[in-house]
């Protein structure tokens, strides 16, 4: 039987993920804005077409996929310190978010502009 994880170690874990829940919860929350917005400036008439919608939901997914990506990485991490196994969380949760939030934004920059 492996030794007792050090009880710091399970709360930091824990402060991780929910850390990540923030993050996908306000990338939920702007894109829900942009979304209503768009949508809201063409019930107006001040925005031609879709509006950025697209660009809403696509927030909307992004955070959804970050909260579960999360509790993944959680659950595997949590697993590996309770049965006392060598534990190396990996960046590539982190990069994609990254890289994607990136990609969004320049989108998003990109909609401002021609509009």
Do not use: K
């Amino acid at each position: 039987m492996p030794d007792e994880p050090d009880i710091r170690i399970l709360q930091a874990n824990e402060r991780t993920l929910l850390a990540w829940i923030r993050t996908g919860l306000a990338l939920m929350a702007f894109g829900f804005v942009l979304a209503r917005v768009g949508a809201w400036l063409r019930a107006e008439g001040e925005a031609p077409g879709n509006g950025g919608w697209w660009l809403g939901a696509t927030f909307v997914l992004l955070g959804t996929l970050c909260n579960s990506s999360a509790a993944l990485r959680y659950w595997r991490i949590h697993r590996a310190l309770i049965q006392g196994r060598h534990v190396v969380p990996g960046s590539a949760v982190a990069v994609s978010l990254a890289v994607g939030v990136t990609i969004l934004g320049l989108l998003l920059g990109a909609y401002v502009l021609i509009r």
